[in-house]
């Protein structure tokens, strides 16, 4: 049985698979792909664009899709084994998992990262617990370490725009917030461009380094793709000749070393890396700004670079039909 919750799944050439599958697709009348199928829907935290994708491919694709909000409707769910059960989470995974598998053809799990430990993020708990306990296919839809759907409609972005992402120069560029992100976004857009062939720069201040074991796999697709990746503290310097820009917030690479106050004052002093009009004159003369959504105005990005025609925010968030499309489909084949 087949799962997507990490790009390791895919490898560069099952991304090639859900891409290609994904460009064919689009623009054609919907096709009944999945008439008389169900899509089980889980999510322990909000969503906009994954949760209306989801469902909008179900339902265009004949088929349908059942969505469960974990701690409101649906009981909350324990994920840790041996775990004494007394306190508020009422059901374990062990019995989640295995009992929708029952009532459902594939099952996707939103589940953010805890907050301030990245090694957790690599262990990934509750999706972990949802794959060894599910009897169907599992589709990720972010977890704790990765958003591989996001990374993958990202690509899909960068190829009808560029024609090809082989060699081609982007740059992920940490943004600023009010609180600490998760690094799901940053560490799947590396993944997917490495394994999509990408000259990958990923710009961030000190202290927000991306976990080793990601920045070791990506290295890994960027060697078998002819791709490459390099790290840098100064913005401007991964900016030029960039002919993408995508801006991302995250948190700090030892958060549970802070405190909350130390966090808020990291990610304050840092305000100046949000992305302007100013930011992307670094950057090619084509360039292309790219954000996941949703975004913080004037805070992560400002009004100018979102507004401007170069721009294509939108256009990517659609992106995430298309490829989910592909991928549900590719889960659902032997
Ligand atoms: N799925 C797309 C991003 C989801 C999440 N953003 C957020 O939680 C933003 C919340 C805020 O801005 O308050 C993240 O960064 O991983
Ligand atoms: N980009 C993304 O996953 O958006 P949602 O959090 O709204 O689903």
Known sequence: MKHLTHIRDLGPEGVETILAQAAAWKGKAPAPLFLGRILGMVFFNPSLRTRASFESVMLRGSGNAIVMDVGSGVWKLEDRPGAVMNEDRAEHIKEAAPVLSRFVDMLGVRTFSAGGDDEQDEV??????????????????????EHPCQGLADMLTLRENFGSTK??????????????????????????AAAAGCEVRVAHPPGFELHPQVRAEAEAYAKATGGSITYTHDQAEALAGSRAVYAKSWGPATRSAHTAGDVSALLASHADWMTTRKTLSRAAADALFLHCLPVRRNVEVADDVLDH?????????????????????WLLSA
């Open 309 to 329: 025609p170069t721009s294509r925010v939108i256009d990517g968030a659609e992106n995430r039909f298309h490829v989910q499309r592909s991928i549900l489909s």
């Open 124 to 145: 990934d708990p509750v999706i972990s617990a949802f794959r060894r306990h599910v009897t169907v296919p599992l589709v990720s839809m972010e977890s704790a370490r």
């Open 167 to 192: 060699k081609l120069p982007v740059t992920l560029t940490w943004a600023p917030h009010i609180k600490p992100l998760p690094k799901a976004v940053p560490n799947s857009f590396l993944l997917t």
